[in-house]
């Protein structure tokens, strides 16, 4: 299938869209507590992107119920908000997807609650080097198997299991479009990345192996078949000619997260 290259005019709002997500996700790092519930972060998320003048693209898309993504532990992706308390050492991560003005800004991160063990902060760790890592790969003329292959060499060195069965995306008016960005691979292979794509990394790193279930009865939540952790970070990303723009870049350290050494004072 083709890949759509962006113009100027679509840029900006791509750029508009993944800040607003951005800026979401930051809020949620902000107000995570001991406590509360996976529904709490849907209402924050919820309040949060209608008052920035965006709709919650989850909201509805093929049935899904919430206005987020919110997965706990053993949960790979696609965690539905629930009355789930989160506990003292549980990792959730939360992903956020903002439409404005028509265009998709689709942004995740993987939280610590209260003070992490140390299985959780190996997986959480390097599922955030992963996206990195796979990050540092893109510019135009790459190829899309040169993402997936820095990204399976890391994590699977780091002795973890990254899924296949879910992959990043090209987006922009459409939520889930063109290529497929898989998180493992060989390199040289794949098709040809281009400059004024924009299409999203999102590397599910499980602490055992690579499988997962989709839940059964509600259809959407999928987990480890191993049940061990796993966690994931994801960008919304523009190529350039050297390189690319993350357009879902925080302007801020995200708390509860990315202030790993703080959270061992206590
Ligand atoms: N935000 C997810 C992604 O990164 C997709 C969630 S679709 C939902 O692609 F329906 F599960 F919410
Ligand atoms: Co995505
Ligand atoms: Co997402």
Redesign the pocket.
């Known amino acids: 299938m083709a890949v759509d290259i962006k113009s100027p005019k679509e840029i900006d709002l791509m750029r508009k869209a993944g800040r607003l997500a951005a800026d979401t996700l930051l809020l949620v790092g902000e107000k995570l507590r001991i406590g509360m519930t996976t529904d709490e972060i849907d209402r924050i998320v919820h309040a949060d992107t209608l008052r920035q003048g965006a709709r919650p693209a989850?909201l509805n898309?093929?049935g899904?119920p919430k206005s987020v993504?919110t997965s706990v532990n053993d949960i790979v992706?696609?965690g539905i908000p629930d009355g789930t308390v989160l506990k003292n050492g549980d990792i959730v991560n939360v992903?956020v997807?903002h439409v404005y003005e028509g265009f998709h800004g689709?942004t995740?991160a993987t939280f610590y609650v209260g003070t992490p063990t140390a299985e959780a902060r190996h997986v959480v760790e390097v599922a955030r080097r992963a996206l990195d890592e796979g990050i540092a790969q893109v510019r135009d003329g790459a190829r899309l198997g040169d993402v997936g292959a820095a990204i399976q060499e890391y994590v699977e060195r780091e002795g973890c299991g990254v899924v296949r069965d879910f992959v990043g995306?090209g987006i922009g008016r459409k939520f889930?479009d063109a290529p497929q960005v898989k998180h493992y691979g060989k390199r040289g292979t794949g098709d040809r990345i281009r400059a004024g794509m924009t299409f999203?990394i999102?590397p599910m790193v499980n602490l055992g192996g690579w499988e997962v279930e989709v839940d059964p009865n509600d259809k959407?939540t999928v987990r480890t078949a191993d049940g061990s952790l796993s966690a994931q970070f994801?960008h919304t990303i523009l190529v350039t000619r050297d390189g690319c723009e993350i357009l879902t870049a925080r302007g801020r350290a995200l708390q509860n997260s990315e202030n790993v050494a703080a959270l061992f004072v206590a």
């Open positions: 989850t898309y093929k899904y993504c992706c696609h992903d997807t689709d995740s995306h889930h999203t999102e959407w994801e």
